[in-house]
């Protein structure tokens, strides 16, 4: 039977509930978000003299926690104008609304009486057939299921979003004692291919997988930090980027996720698993139990393992903990001879052999963290799970780890890490000894193109299911590689497209970039149908390379950067006037340069998480590399008849004027740096690469044609030219800009109008290229533009000056 959802309801409206509504307005699903009735009137409700009968006054509970979740930030939504698709309701008038939905997901408070409570009242409105879930972080789904007719229970299982649903992919799905496989199959397909998650199917145990092995992590962490006397400061700068984990690393997540709801988890596992070999981990050391007295929680509270502090100049500083004397401290700057080893290694995979050979504090600490963690993820084998990868995937998607357990043991080597566990004590489970014995010496390996992993029941390599509806770089690119330099990777992907790969630091755009690019163009004009630019980076790409400009800027070479500027323009207008189609697929942070190659793009396919815009002002520059070009031709194309077209060529001046950058792809419509009816958003990462590859097949096979170079752009001469000039005079006044802003702004405006012009004339794009090229490199000549971008290569934050 085909099922679809075209309408959920969300029970419970808290920040979780709230923000769980938002992710399906954000896929286009209409939501019924329902919550409690107040039992009293507030203050303001008296002053108005409302009734409890009021409509306003009963639905207050739920109204008020959507509000607060579309102003949180990170936002939860992907555009404001999403939020339109969310009705809200209380349980008490509007409970029989849920018979017109296809999904009803219980999200309350995690009692099991309340719970039941509400799937008592679910029942007596739910139509038969009709998708039942709990978001539930712990309780089990068995015990949920008790009392329920036998539909409810054949359609009700558990799936654990994980906070914040937007931005962290783990989906788990949990089966009930009768739920029907097929409705567990659909599950796991609509997560990944609609919600963009990474689903993942775990047994009814505590804490599930997740979580299970992401608290026993923190747990671990707490105590080693007590034995080993070591400082927050000292394991945050361990457990950061250096192994693959986000900035936060331990402590300062703690501190963003709330530490009573880390103790809450803790606890539950202590009680609920008294047969797990790790039992007393989950005990919480003294320090955690008068942080909590004391409720020191966090950022909820404004001190946990941190605490912001005004000084007396009016200024914020950073205290950190002593989790020896428990008072507030100056924070101490931690640094390790181990970690220098590894400021040459790229990837973070290549890094484990050095850590754990370290001779200092860190290499110790390693080896005991890792040692724990590796022996325990093989214990939970199978109590939480059957497969290894579902560990690693669950490590990945919900506590943003790079790398999985597993992943890590493979990094180091599972004899290495077998006898790195013997010097702390401990051991694998049998499992991973038989294994060795059997002749795998790995946990996965990568066959033509696909991951395997070691199936412990059946003792062999099975393929990792569900890889068919992506390409993974990682698995590619060694043996499709058919050209490289110290930029990029041009991979063949086949059918007739290749894919050009960044590979320089945070994948920024330099000559070696270019000079790939460019050879990627050869060679799909030569020998293949279309070309893709796409990278599993963190970011699809900072910008150009300012070291190199700042340099150039710095030694006076005018001559080679304006060479360089003009290399890089005339690469942007290959990608647009190339005889093959070229399609941009960019992720996360896509800023100066990689918005330029994005706009020059014949198709974007952008991910939903991508955050692009042209961001020169910030190093005292415009955009030289054909964005300013770029956005007054497509300023130009929205021109109407009758229309105040200066106000249309403004809104796209602020873009770069205002260096604003969209939170979302959705929001990149609205700056016109995504095209409606031309370029798609994907919410699911894993999936981006291969619909950009059917994207640029697409139009191979549907008769491409190259394009012609434009020679028909409007631009408004000096009446555009006054009206700008005017705005910054007036900015300026006001305090709101600086000087050096004004003379940048007025560079651009400049090139936005096309000159100092008598009148509105056609232009050709390399008329505009030139204006633009010419007033990037008046700009590198100002003190002030090499001040901006000596800041931001030391500080990595823009300067005003």
Known sequence: MKRTIK??????????????????????????????????????????????????????????ALKNALKSKPSPIYHQEFAKRIQTGNLEDDIELVNQVDWIIEVVVERLDIKKQVFDNIEKHRKPGTLITSNTSGIPIKFMNEGRSEDFQQHFCGTHFFNPPRYLRLFEIIPGPNTKPEVIAFLNEYGKKFLGKKSVIAKDTPAFIG????????????????????????????????????????????DVVGLDTLVHVANGLYENVPHDEQHELFKLPDFIKTMMENNWLGSKTGQGFYKKEKKKDGSSEIKSLDLNTLEYRDRKRASFATLELTKTIDRVADRFEVLIKGKDKAGEFYRKNFAALFAYVSNRIPEITDELYKID????????????????????GVEKGIKMMAEQGIQPANWVNEMLEAGYDSFYTVKDGNTYFYDIPNKKMQQVPGQDAFIILDNIRDAKAVFKNSGVIVEDLGDGILNVEFRSKMNSIGGDVLDGLNKAIDLAEKEYQGLVVANNGQNFSVGANIGMIFMMAVEQEYDELNMAIKYFQDTMMRMRYSSIPTVAAP??????????????ADKVVAHAE???????FGVGVIPGGGGSKEMTLRAADTYQKDDVELNRLREHFLTIGMAKVSTSAYEAYDLNILQPGKDIV??????????????????????????????????LGKQALGAFYVGTDQMLAGNYISEHDKKIANKLAYVMAGGDLSAATKVSEQYLLDLER???LSLTGERKTLERLQHMLKKGKPLRN
């Open 587 to 600: 992720h996360n942070m896509t800023l100066g340069g990689g918005c330029e190659l994005s706009l020059h």
């Open 211 to 254: 979580n299970r092995i992401g608290i026993f992590s923190i747990m671990s962490l707490f105590h080693i930090v007590k034995e080993m006397d070591m400082t927050i400061e000292e394991v945050d700068k361990l457990t950061g980027p250096v192994i693959g984990r986000q900035k936060s690393a331990t402590f300062r997540t703690v």
């Open 7 to 64: 309408k959920v309801a969300v029970i419970g409206s808290g920040i979780m509930g709230s923000a769980i509504a938002c992710h399906f307005a954000n896929i286009g699903v209409e939501v019924i978000l329902l919550d409690i009735v107040p039992r009293e009137l507030n203050e303001h409700e008296k002053k108005k003299g409302l009734s409890l009968e009021n409509k306003t006054v009963r639905n207050r509970i739920v109204n008020e």
């Open 610 to 616: 991508t955050y692009i815009g042209l961001v020169e």
């Open 682 to 715: 994907v919410v699911n990462k894993d999936r981006q690469l291969a619909i950009a590859k059917k994207q640029a097949l697409l139009m191979a096979e549907n008769a491409y044609t190259q394009p012609i170079k434009r020679q028909d752009i409007k631009v």
């Open 393 to 412: 995937d669950a490590m990945q998607a919900g506590f943003g780890w790079e790398h999985g357990p597993f992943q890590i043991w493979d990094a180091i």
């Open 774 to 776: 010419e007033a990037f």
